[in-house]
């Protein structure tokens, strides 16, 4: 009697822990997908550590089960009706309590599956966001070089065109002050032609000059 009622009171205490254990497995599991990176590596170890706590308790469970049913095999073992239906609840614990760690083993699988899909579109969203990033910033370090240098073709046209009205300015100036110096002096303009028609005359002389001279030393060198 005494071993019985031990052994109820350890797979009553079995049971006590493995509920616990049950329900922050559950409750472990079902944070996983709202989870951010760190936290859901996080989350992925507890879970790990918690199915092997889980395991090892339910084999203890199980091995209780069967020693209460060797035990209630015995002739001595107490019998009826309370006896039997204890026993059978502690079955019935056990199975539910396999059901559960089954059904909560394969809600952490699909929402350590969905974790990693959702952190793989994050990181290819990631991705693609700094690549369109780095190139919307190059196009516009080009765009900005453009301007840069428009402003400077810009800037350089004005220069010189300011520069041309300058020198046009000059000119102007020069050909003022000649045209007021010719009017002031009219005997220039002669003597300007004068010079002009001497060189004329110099350059025909010298030309015809050179030109017998050259005549001259053909025919003696064809003598």
Known sequence: MATYDSLRRSLRTLESTLDAKLTTYSKLASSIPSSSSGAYEEAGTGTTE????????LDRLRDQNDHLSRILSTPSAPSGPSVSHAVQRHRDVLQDFVRDFRRTQANVKSAVDQANLLGSVRGE??????????ALLTE??????SHRMADELLQHAHDTRAEFRTQSQSLSSV???ISTALNSF?????????????????????????????????RWMTR
Do not use: F, K, M
């Not at 516009?140 to 070089?145: K, M, N, T, V």
């Open 50 to 57: 918690l199915e092997e706590d889980i395991s090892s308790l």
């Open 125 to 134: 969203i990631e991705y693609v966001r700094s690549t369109t990033t780095d």
């Open 140 to 145: 516009r370090g080009h765009i900005d070089s």
């Open 175 to 177: 050909q003022s002050r």
């Open 186 to 218: 009219p005997g220039i303009n002669n003597l300007l032609s004068l010079i002009q028609s001497r060189r004329r005359r110099d350059a025909v002389i010298l030309g015809c000059l050179i030109g017998g001279l050259l005549v001259l030393l053909w």
